[in-house]
């Protein structure tokens, strides 16, 4: 049997790099600096995405058991707004919901209470589908 090839540093550096440190703690993987002192998490919260400024409002029922629920896409605003708005187009509906991949999903055919519920808020709407 031949010895196990000894790994260079190069390997070793493609496999994340340095993830603890007795001096500083943990380390972000992506930008190698202490958790604390991380900006990766802030540049992405301040992504904004990219879109033609109309939210477009669906009802679907696939892969949900039959279940009608209401689709928000395109809202051009940050991670931490789109929750918040989440949150009050939930309530304004009175059912839940949740916030995924920048979709605002609230449980429900409550297509025609969201889409006044964000002219409203000054959003431009349209309703998307059948």
Do not use: F, N, W
């Not at 991380?38 to 992405?44: H, P, R, V």
């Amino acid at each position: 049997m031949a010895p196990a090839p000894k790994k260079s540093l190069s390997d070793l550096a493609s496999l994340g790099g340095l993830v603890y440190s007795t001096e500083s703690g943990r380390m972000c993987p992506d930008c190698r600096q202490p958790i604390g002192q991380c900006a990766c998490k802030e540049l992405a919260k301040a992504a904004v995405p990219a879109g033609d400024g109309i939210v477009r409002v669906s009802r679907e029922t696939k892969g949900r058991g039959g279940k009608a629920v209401t689709l928000v896409k395109g809202v051009l605003v940050d991670a931490a707004a789109l929750d918040q708005l989440g949150k009050q187009l939930k309530a304004a509906c009175g059912c839940g919901g949740t916030v995924k991949d920048g979709v605002i999903e609230v449980q429900g055919d409550h297509v025609e209470r969201v889409m006044a519920a964000l002219q409203k808020l000054g959003h431009k709407v349209k309703r998307a589908g059948g």
